[in-house]
């Protein structure tokens, strides 16, 4: 089974803080994706990458920023917190298409809830 | 950006009955899945159905697909206390991103 680890499931910082948030997976999967999820917004595409060291912006990549240094790893950096950045932050990862047949099937971590003051 | 709406938006059910949810898109699709998420939690794919397919079914769940109207509905039949979760469809367009809806928050009472 796919599993996709984030490095914290709760996290409590202050304004101006700069946050990392980490996302493993151990299925090398090629795409890996961060979302943040708030009521009534659904989810919501941060940033993307497809290949290490590869990255493309997604709906609202603005005041984050990523690195994929590594295949299983990737990271969503808060460069500056800001209260508006308060929510719940979801990793996922997925084979790249075309797949011989196989599915773009998303597989999440469980989340990261961030809270910033 | 969201490109469809789930609906309803909630859903208050009884142990054992059937419980419908629906999902409208704007754009052609490649396919389309459905994803539950337990509150807190992260999403757990359910099933994925593509475009040249109309029904598809695993378990107590049957999803329909009508491109031509472009909406998707998710049924649970038989539906469990266990069931009480948000469900979300998402939108392959092209490509390898998805697009998720707003999701459906089903409660299941025993």
């Known amino acids: 089974d796919v599993k996709v680890t984030q490095s914290s499931r709760y996290l409590v910082k202050r304004t101006g803080e700069k946050v990392f948030l980490e996302c493993v997976q151990d299925?090398?999967?090629?795409?890996m994706f961060w979302y943040r999820q708030d009521p009534g917004l659904g989810l919501r595409l941060i940033y993307f990458?497809?290949?290490?060291?590869?990255?493309e912006k997604g709906d609202i990549p603005e005041g984050y920023s990523v690195s994929r240094e590594k295949k299983e790893r990737f990271s969503l950096i808060l460069e500056s917190a800001s209260t508006n950045q308060t929510s719940m932050y979801l990793c996922?990862?997925?084979?790249?298409?075309?797949?011989?047949?196989?599915?773009?099937?998303?597989?999440f971590g469980p989340g990261t809830r961030l809270t910033v003051l | 950006s969201q490109q469809g709406e789930e609906d309803p938006q909630a859903l208050s059910i009884q142990e054992g009955e059937n419980a419908t949810m629906n999902c409208s898109y704007k754009?052609?699709?490649?396919?389309l899945q459905w994803y539950r998420q337990n509150s807190g939690r992260g999403l757990v794919h359910l099933i994925l159905?593509?475009?040249?397919?109309r029904e598809k079914h695993s378990g107590r769940l049957r999803v329909t697909l009508d491109t031509s109207k472009k909406s998707s509905s998710l049924l649970i039949t038989a539906s469990r206390a266990a069931d009480t979760a948000s469900y979300f469809c998402?939108?392959?367009?092209?490509?390898?991103?998805?697009?998720f809806g707003g999701g459906t928050r089903l409660m299941v009472k025993p």
């Open positions: 996922a990862s997925s084979l790249a298409l075309p797949a011989g047949g196989l599915t773009d099937t998303q597989y």
């Open positions: 299925m090398d999967h090629e795409n």
């Open positions: 990458s497809y290949d290490v060291k590869m990255k």
């Open positions: 754009t052609s699709i490649n396919n």
């Open positions: 159905i593509r475009s040249n397919e």
């Open positions: 998402a939108r392959n367009n092209a490509g390898n991103m998805l697009t």
